[in-house]
Structure formats: structure tokens, C-alpha cells
């Protein structure tokens, strides 16, 4: 049995104060791929802080191992859990959750990995995540305790991520720091060398990451370029109430044209 209106699947996810209450880079990933499936789903909300005891008493698996190097399981969102029978099904991590519903719906249109592309897909994002993740971060993260969680989990998450950078997030690309102009070359240099791989694909005309319409790729991009959204006072020079603001304008407007292709996909249910 599958997923249906009556009987749909969960999807785990962190509140935020927006009305909207999803945020999150990686949790956008998944609810993105959901809508734009039109799978029936509905949302679960879990603070930062109870993600772990929850998850275990619903059997969730751990996605890894915490980044504190203390060895201990890392139970994270986005987590779905799909009443599929005889048994539901929980899947966690952006990545394995696209992949698991695109095998579990094979008759589902569209596709997030059309025929022979999920290998190269894959690969394409292993090999950004250096280039886009830490700079994204320092432009963005250290906002997010006071902008974005509820008291428990802006505690936590500042905690957590404190011991994870060795500093408080409070501190990380201050506003005209050297710091957060490295983070700004870095991450318009990533851009242009992912305009540069969007030229290349023949069918899309600079649209699309593979043939003419959304893959896993573009929903990857598009999540953190909606993460980018949040409000963040941080680039006065030039402002920017976020960092989006600044990208928006970037590689001759094309990452504001491209993000209207999700407009119908950005559904919190």
C-alpha cells in the first residue's frame, strides 16, 4: 500500500517563527520533491532539542555520527516515515529520502532522475557541497538561533553548533569582516562555475540542470537559495535584508528567474 490523502506520508521537520514555520536548506529539499510529485503528505514538527528521543521511539535510524567528534548517532531531519504495508518505511537524510521516493513511486510523474542522470546528479552535488556549504554557511547561519527556532531549540542549536565551529555563532562573518567577504567570493564563484554547468546542457537552455525540466539537482539548488531568505542584517553595504537579496541580482538575474519555476512547489502542508 502506498501513501494516500487518507493515509499519507510524515515528514519530520523543525519549526521556525515564520508563519510558514519551514526553513531549513535540507528540509526544504524533501518537502520541494514531495510537492512537486504531488505525493500526499503531511508535517510533523519536532524541536531541535527532542529530535533524538523521538526518533528512536519510532525507530528512525540515525543519519550519521555527530559532528563533535564524540562518536555518538546524529538523528537529524529531514525524516519521513512512509505507511507503506506490511510494515511503514523510515528513510532520513535529504538525499536517500529523494531517492527512496522516486523508487517507491516508480509510476509517479515527474522525475527527479531521469533515466540515466541520478549518477551524474549525485555526483554533481558531492562535489558542490565544498564549494557552497561553508560559505553559505557563514553568510547565513549565525542568525538563525534568534530568527528562526523556538527558545528550546535556539538554545540548542547555538550550543551544538558552538562546539561544532569552536566559537559562538554570533561571532562567524560579522558584517564587513574579512571573513564574510572570502565567504562572498567564495560562494559567487561557486555560482558562476554551476551557470557555467547549466549552460552546458543542451535541452535546457541554461534552465535546467538536465534536459528540460526539474531534477534533483535543481530542487538542491533551489532549497538553499530559499535557506537564503531568511532576514539577515549582515550586508548593509549594498542593502541586503538577506542573503538572497544579493543573490538575486547575481549572474545577470538568472537565479531570480529560475527560482519562479518553484512557485507552485513551495506549499507548507
Known sequence: MAATKENPIILYDIPSKFESKCWSVNMWKTRLILNYKGL???TEWVSYPDIQAIFINLGIEPSGLKADGSGRPHYTCPSIIDPTAPKPT???????????LE?????????????????????????????FVPPACTLILP???NILLDPRGSEYFEQTRTVNY?????GIG???SEERKKAWEEFKAGLDKVAEIYDKNPEGNGEYFTGNAISFVDIWLAALFIWSKVPCDRDPEVGAKSVW???EKLNDGRWARFMRKFDDYLQVM
Open 103 to 131: 523508487d517507491a513511486y516508480p509510476d509517479v510523474q515527474p522525475k527527479i532522475f531521469p533515466d540515466g542522470t541520478r549518477e551524474a546528479q549525485l555526483q554533481f552535488i558531492k562535489d558542490f557541497l565544498p564549494v
Open 245 to 247: 537579496d544579493v543573490i
Open 40 to 42: 500526499p503528505y503531511r
Open 166 to 170: 569552536g566559537r559562538p555563532l554570533q
Open 143 to 145: 542568525q538563525m538561533p
Open 90 to 100: 523510515t528513510v532520513t537524510e535529504s538525499s536517500a529520502i529523494a531517492q527512496y
Open 174 to 176: 560579522l558584517a564587513g
